[in-house]
C-alpha cells in the first residue's frame, strides 16, 4: 500500500498534511510510515488501519485513523477528534503485543 492521508488528493498533499498534524502534537516525522497498528491498552487489544475506525475498546471505536506517529517506546495515534481537532491524540504503548504494518 503506498502512503496516503484521506481526503488529501495526491501524495504532495499528504505529505504537507502529515507533517502538519506531526507539528500540531509535537511527533517526529520518520521515514517509514506506518499503515496499521495493533496494540493493547487496558488488557483490550486494538486494531487500527489508515483512513478506518478503529476496532477494540469503545473508548476509542467509531474515530476513523487520519495518522500514526512512531515515537519509539509509544505511537501516537490522530484521529479528528483525538490529535487533529480535540485533544491529544491516542497513544498506544509498544510491548509484545504490538504487531506494526507500514506503508510500502
Known amino acids: 500500500m503506498n502512503f496516503f492521508v484521506p481526503a488529501a488528493k495526491d501524495t504532495e498533499e499528504a505529505e504537507k498534511v502529515y507533517a502538519a498534524f506531526a507539528d500540531h502534537i509535537h511527533a517526529q516525522v520518520k521515514n517509514k510510515r ?3 497498528l495493533t496494540w493493547r491498552h487496558n488488557d483490550k487489544i486494538n486494531h487500527c488501519e489508515i483512513g478506518r475506525d478503529i476496532e477494540g475498546d469503545e473508548r476509542f471505536r467509531g474515530q476513523p485513523v487520519l495518522a500514526i506517529f512512531d515515537c519509539d517506546n ?6 479528528p477528534d483525538r490529535g487533529v481537532l480535540h485533544d491529544g491524540p491516542i ?9 506494526i504494518t507500514y506503508f510500502d
Open 34 to 36: 506506518i499503515w496499521k
Open 74 to 79: 509509544y505511537f501516537m495515534i490522530c484521529t
Open 91 to 99: 497513544l498506544a504503548e509498544n510491548d509484545i503485543y504490538t504487531e
